[in-house]
């Protein structure tokens, strides 16, 4: 990665924007560039473009469309993330659609938005993901949690939910855990449900992030959706 400091020597975080409308790389732009440790450092309107673009200027984050002609902004995603891992990349849709969360955060998305959430939603989200947290718009984790919690609730068990995939060798204890992350209980809540410490309940779940490939809850949520049955 290339570094930029501001004048007292704080290091910028450098931006790339891309999306095949101009004005909406414009409304971005002018949202990040008053930003004190921002800067848009390049732009670009079709997935090719981006891809060329982020080799040469090496952003720390970019903020991508998802739908554009050509080549969309899940493979633009795919490919840049494969050529360039430590880079972030933020979707972004105007279209409330879970499918597209989904597949952008499979491409190795750090994050998902959708393009009416307000300036602080957005700057917040580039901050985040530089710190190596996952993003996620409010709504689409909701949903996804009802989906998941609803297609747990029509097995005997929850974890009987996960018992009929192709799964990594989930441990009995694991599969309940995972089950009740995906419905939203807490560390706190799932230690007092299943009489164990916190710190019991942190390894397990550990231990379900190393097996699944996954860094945080937002991308294990994401993940039991692709993979809990009868969704």
Known sequence: MLTMTNADGTRLIRVMLVDNQTLILDGFARIVDAQPDMSVIATATDGETAIRTAHQTKPDVILMDVRMPGLDGIQTTRVIIHDMPETRIIGLTSYDTDAYAIAMLDAGASGFLLKNSNAERFID??????????????????RLNQRLAAASARTSTTAEAFEDNDLPDFTSRERDILARVVQGDSNERIAASLGVSVSTVKTHIGNILRKTGQTNRVRLIVWATCHLRRL
């Open 125 to 142: 989200a580039i901050r985040a993901t530089v710190s190596g947290n996952t993003v996620m718009d409010t709504t689409t984790m909701n």
